[in-house]
């Protein structure tokens, strides 16, 4: 964990070359300034986790603003992962979606996690059930 005397911010300013540094510090593929910011633009709710004015990690919540989220993107640099930063984002954009809710409305939050990270989601509240579903994914590639 982190020490004491460090504080992780939470705020919901993530720009676009901040989210391109993020990416490119856990080899994600690399994507134009355009997209990112249509993506950006797009996402129900997004956060960045900063310590002592340095950007550390992101998440966000994307969808149809009624019944269906994705969570995505959830992305720590490699210097402060396994330090409860990751769990923090999770956690806020969870509250994000509570409180997006009305009563006697029901929003589910779907993911796909990287592999070996099911147990981090798990340990954030998510259910597993492989005998009701399984995560597929398919990339649209026309770089060169």
Same mark, same amino acid.
């Given at each position: 964990?982190?020490? !004491?005397? %460090?504080?992780?911010? +939470?705020?919901?300013?993530?720009?676009?070359?901040? &989210?391109?540094?993020?990416?490119?510090? %856990?080899?994600?593929?690399?994507?134009?300034?355009?997209?990112?910011?249509?993506?950006?633009?797009?996402?129900?709710? %997004?956060?960045?986790?900063?310590? /002592? !004015?340095?950007?550390?990690?992101?998440?966000?919540?994307?969808?149809? *603003?009624?019944?269906?989220?994705?969570?995505? #993107?959830?992305?720590?640099?490699?210097? &402060?992962?396994? $330090?409860?930063?990751?769990?923090?984002?999770? +956690?806020?954009?969870?509250?994000?979606? /509570? #409180? *997006?809710? $009305?009563? /006697?409305?029901?929003?589910?939050?779907?993911?796909?996690?990287?592999?070996?990270?099911? #147990?981090?989601?798990?340990?954030?509240?998510?259910?597993?059930?492989?005998?009701?579903?399984?995560?597929?994914?398919?990339?649209?590639?026309?770089?060169?």
């Amino acid at each position: 964990m982190l020490e !004491n005397s %460090v504080e992780i911010e +939470l705020s919901n300013n993530l720009s676009t070359l901040e &989210y391109l540094e993020l990416i490119k510090s %856990v080899g994600w593929k690399s994507l134009t300034e355009e997209q990112v910011n249509r993506t950006l633009q797009n996402s129900m709710y %997004v956060v960045k986790a900063t310590i /002592n !004015n340095e950007d550390v990690g992101m998440g966000r919540l994307v969808g149809d *603003f009624g019944c269906h989220g994705m969570l995505t #993107d959830i992305v720590i640099n490699p210097k &402060y992962q396994g $330090k409860g930063i990751g769990t923090k984002i999770v +956690l806020d954009i969870k509250e994000y979606a /509570n #409180d *997006f809710v $009305k009563e /006697n409305e029901r929003f589910i939050i779907e993911l796909c996690p990287t592999t070996g990270n099911r #147990d981090f989601y798990i340990k954030c509240g998510f259910k597993y059930k492989p005998e009701n579903m399984d995560g597929m994914y398919l990339w649209i590639d026309k770089t060169k």
